[in-house]
């Protein structure tokens, strides 16, 4: 008997060890899921263009595992990995394709943005990664980072290549005003067997991605790094600067990075120059999708074409054939929205489609505070259920909306419910497409007010705008949107910003074909800018927005004898008077005060081994009374 109680005793002792494997906490993933989300910025540079400018974002510790690169090391928060990847999502490309982003098993980057090792053919080449201008000495998904961290990532074509900075990472300056730069560098010196940081002397100057030539000389560093030039432009300007090897061939610095704004002149007023055609700027556009880009493989090219009043069932257009599995029904409601949209500029019926309603499962979405997703699948939800004239739960959606409203007027990207966070042009632009659908509705003409001051408050002297502090085409062409959604006259004087009109500032980021790219370093062609800035540029023509002017004929599904009388109150739907009270509290919280478990919680498996290890001790326990029956 004693024997025995040793035996339960020493099982039950190797149960508890390996409990205590486990987290003492929610027994979810070895690293803190729920840690406190770090405010950064990112830049990546590749060896000849920038492929993210610097920019700021907020970053938590999210699941790794989707992306392919398991549990990060950190036990602290997000690491240098989470900042990566979210800087590559935040520009509209997919981190998990591996040719757009490849880290191999999560240490260390072998590929960005087709960018890989081997790409410049010296055998030395690669990416590397900084944080605050100093080397880790841990691997990207090691290193904890922390509220202001500065992360650069670059691909060097030579792995002794210095990297480096500019003393200063933002100027503002007038026409014809002398701008001074120091560039740092930080390479490994072999004399004294350590890293050491030295002026970077002979490296040309580049603006907007060309070398700066003043007096038909290159601009370049002196001794000690210094460079001085001046620009006679109102606007934003992206400088870096490059250094090649004695033979010419091989940079031996990385990229650096400056933003320099020039918005006015120290030596008297500038000349008004002559603002942009629309007209001529459309039909280039017009022409790029006709004569590049027939083949329309995304919703936003769809409304795009779309919007200019083409019939894109028709030839030359070439459209995707979505399957019902394409869009699962655990969906983000975003993706919901934009099937929906790109649906219904088809010509096709998202109330019935692949025998689904898309239309009523986005609706169930709808949760007890009114909100969809967080704001931007919030946003694109209201959208997407107003122009298919969905019956909803408009109060509710329009009150939670109201109240993610920033204190500066504006709406941002990442968490809701925080109204301290700076406000951002993109999502307060798109905010504007949902709200102008509800201005009879109490608190509706008082937010989209507040979010008139927030964008001419934040409106950038070369007339754009800039997210994350960046100037860019995204960003401008959805403000544009938004104002003609609202029935603002976007060209008139009340939105000229140093004498530039938004489609100037639009219009600077457009290529030879008529193709827009997202930043003007580097300038290159991007599908979502030229698709947004399309549809801005339509949208000015038209004087309303596409986003208010999708329609469908709803056909009837079999079986569903009481569809057609509906048929005629789909427009209605779209203007129907909100009666119910928005000013109640709508962020309910759960009744049960409790949290489901999250995805890929161990949790169940921890449950197996406890059963598991019970009935093992069970049946021990039984087959050892038997068999001391069985020897008596």
């Not at 008997?1 to 070895?30: C, D, E, H, W, Y």
């Not at 060309?210 to 000389?217: I, Q, S």
């Not at 994350?468 to 060209?491: C, K, M, Q, R, Y």
Request: glycine letters at 10%; aromatic letters at 8%.
């Amino acid at each position: 008997m004693m024997q025995n109680r040793k035996r339960i005793l020493s099982l039950v002792l190797v149960l508890a060890l390996m409990l205590s494997l486990f987290p003492a906490t929610g027994m979810g993933k070895a690293y803190a899921q729920d840690a406190k989300a770090v405010k950064v910025g990112v830049r990546i540079e590749s060896f000849d263009g920038t492929i993210i400018p610097y920019t700021e974002m907020e970053v938590d510790n999210f699941d790794l595992d989707e992306y392919g690169y398991g549990e990060v090391k950190a036990e602290d928060g997000p690491v240098v990995l989470h900042a990566v990847v979210k800087a590559i999502e935040s520009v509209g490309k997919d981190a998990k394709d591996k040719k757009v982003l490849d880290a191999g098993k999560g240490d260390f980057i072998t590929t960005i943005d087709g960018v890989s090792m081997g790409s410049t053919g010296t055998g030395m080449d690669g990416w590397m990664y900084y944080v605050n201008d100093e080397m880790p000495p841990v691997g990207i998904n090691e290193y904890s980072l922390k509220d202001n961290d500065r992360i650069t990532v670059v691909f060097v074509e030579n792995y002794n290549a210095a990297y480096t900075w500019f003393d200063k990472t933002y100027v503002k300056s007038g026409t014809g005003d002398d701008i001074a730069l120091i560039l740092n560098g930080l390479s490994y010196d072999m004399d004294e067997q350590k890293m050491k940081t030295s002026p970077i002397s002979d490296a040309s100057i580049l603006v907007n991605g060309k070398e700066l030539v003043l007096d038909g000389k290159k601009v370049r560093t002196d001794k000690d790094g210094k460079a001085v030039f001046k620009l006679d432009e109102l606007g934003e300007y992206d400088i870096s600067a490059q250094k090649f090897d004695e033979d010419g061939k091989v940079r031996i610095i990385s990229r650096p990075y400056c933003k320099v704004q020039i918005e006015g002149s120290s030596k008297g007023p500038v000349p008004v120059k002559k603002h942009v055609s629309l007209d001529k700027t459309l039909n280039k556009t017009k022409a790029y999708y006709k004569n590049n880009k027939t083949e329309l493989s995304s919703w936003w090219d769809m409304v795009a074409v779309y919007s200019s009043g083409e019939d894109i069932k028709k030839a030359p257009w070439k459209l995707p054939e979505w399957k019902s599995e394409d869009i699962k029904s655990d969906a983000a409601a975003g993706s919901y929205a934009g099937y929906i949209l790109g649906l219904m500029a088809k010509g096709e019926d998202p109330y019935n489609v692949w025998s689904r309603d898309l239309v009523g499962e986005l609706v169930k979405k709808q949760k007890d505070n009114g909100a969809f997703d967080k704001i931007s699948g919030h946003i694109w939800a209201m959208i997407a259920l107003d122009a298919v004239g969905a019956d909803y739960d408009k109060a509710g959606a329009i009150d939670y909306l109201i109240k993610q409203q920033k204190n500066d007027g504006g709406y941002a990207w990442g968490e809701d419910n925080t109204p301290e966070a700076a406000g951002d042009p993109d999502m307060t632009g798109m905010a504007l497409v949902a709200l102008s659908n509800h201005r009879e509705v109490k608190g509706v003409e008082g937010t989209i007010k507040k979010a008139l001051d927030y964008l001419k408050e934040t409106q950038l002297p070369t007339g754009g705008f800039a997210s994350w502090g960046n100037d860019n085409a995204n960003s401008v062409a959805t403000v544009i949107s938004g104002l003609v959604a609202v029935g603002e006259d976007v060209l008139s004087d009340a939105w000229i910003k140093d004498s530039n009109t938004m489609l100037d500032a639009l219009a600077r980021f457009m290529l030879d074909d008529g193709a827009f790219s997202y930043v003007l370093d580097p300038k290159k062609s991007n599908g979502m800018a030229t698709s947004q800035a399309f549809i801005a540029l339509n949208d000015l023509k038209n004087g309303k927005t596409v986003w208010n002017s999708l329609g469908i004929t709803k056909s009837v599904p079999k079986g569903d004898k009481d569809l057609d009388k509906d048929q005629d109150k789909v427009e209605d739907k779209k203007t129907e008077k909100v009666n119910k009270d928005i000013n109640t509290d709508a962020n309910q919280k759960d009744k049960t005060g409790t949290k489901s478990p999250k995805t890929g919680d161990k949790g169940i498996y921890l449950y197996m081994l406890l059963a598991v290890m019970s009935a093992g001790i069970l049946m021990y326990l039984i087959y050892g009374k038997k068999r001391k029956m069985s020897t008596r």
